[in-house]
């Protein structure tokens, strides 16, 4: 029986991967047959998800997105050792709550490394002809910040917006090397990142944020499986969208 998402064969470079969304969607993409290159910082947290996939060819590589200039050198180095990747997803993000007033360069500096010039220049180099197999899909994951207004969210709103405007131009410059461009707008998302965000908030204003969402809060495995559609061939006609998996938070 044909499986449209099936990844047997492809090679494919997940950040973020040590946990959370990463994670989840590196061991969907295990299932679902590819070969997962791992990245994050923590090479122990890692070398725990590696332990959570199926099948064989998966590798780990600890490296720090914050150095963005070296992406492009680096995933070419990869595609080298391990050969040209068909799939890149960037889960990798930082999330920061601070209003206009209390907020600090050196914080939104860091921020729009890892959230912005770590997605273009992972896309500069993930263009290259030695780095991709002919083509591909690259996918952000953005969020629902970057769609609607939210108070204390400004630095992260923007960094998520800028994703967005990543990701529909560089599908229209890189169509014609064949390689789509997508990214996923999620809303509140049940892992660890959000659970510390979640430490601050009383359980008051916790149900409040659940309300915001019809079908509840979502899981990690939610946007994994949004993931892996837009990187197979499912979603081949699709290039330079915003796939917003949210629970319903912006249909009211």
Request: aromatic share 6%; with cysteine.
């Amino acid at each position: 029986m044909l499986n449209p998402l099936d990844m047997t064969g492809r090679r494919i470079l997940v950040t973020g991967a040590s946990s959370g969304i990463g994670r989840e969607t590196a061991v969907l993409l295990s299932r679902l047959g590819a070969r997962v290159v791992l990245v994050a910082r923590n090479r122990q947290r890692l070398e725990e998800t590696r332990c959570l996939l199926e099948g064989t060819g998966h590798e780990a590589e600890a490296f720090d997105l914050c150095g963005y200039e070296r992406i492009p050198h680096w995933i070419r180095d990869l595609a080298k050792r391990y050969g040209p990747f068909d799939g890149l997803v960037h889960s990798a993000g930082i999330q920061m709550t601070a209003t206009l007033k209390t907020m600090e360069a050196e914080h939104v500096e860091v921020l729009w490394r890892t959230n912005v010039m770590a997605s273009l220049w992972l896309a500069k180099g993930y263009r290259h002809p030695e780095a991709n197999n002919s083509g591909g899909s690259l996918v952000f994951i953005s969020s629902i910040a970057g769609l609607v207004g939210q108070p204390a969210l400004c630095a992260y709103s923007a960094s998520k917006a800028a994703v967005i405007g990543l990701t529909r131009s560089a599908a229209v410059e890189l169509a014609r090397q064949k390689i789509r461009v997508n990214c996923i707008a999620p809303a509140h998302v049940a892992t660890r990142m959000s659970l510390e965000f979640g430490a601050g908030l009383t359980s008051e204003q916790y149900e409040a944020i659940e309300k915001e969402h019809p079908l509840g809060i979502g899981e990690a495995a939610d946007v994994a499986n949004a993931t892996a559609f837009l990187l197979s061939e499912a979603a081949r006609w699709i290039t330079g969208s915003v796939l917003v998996v949210d629970g319903g938070y912006t249909a009211r």
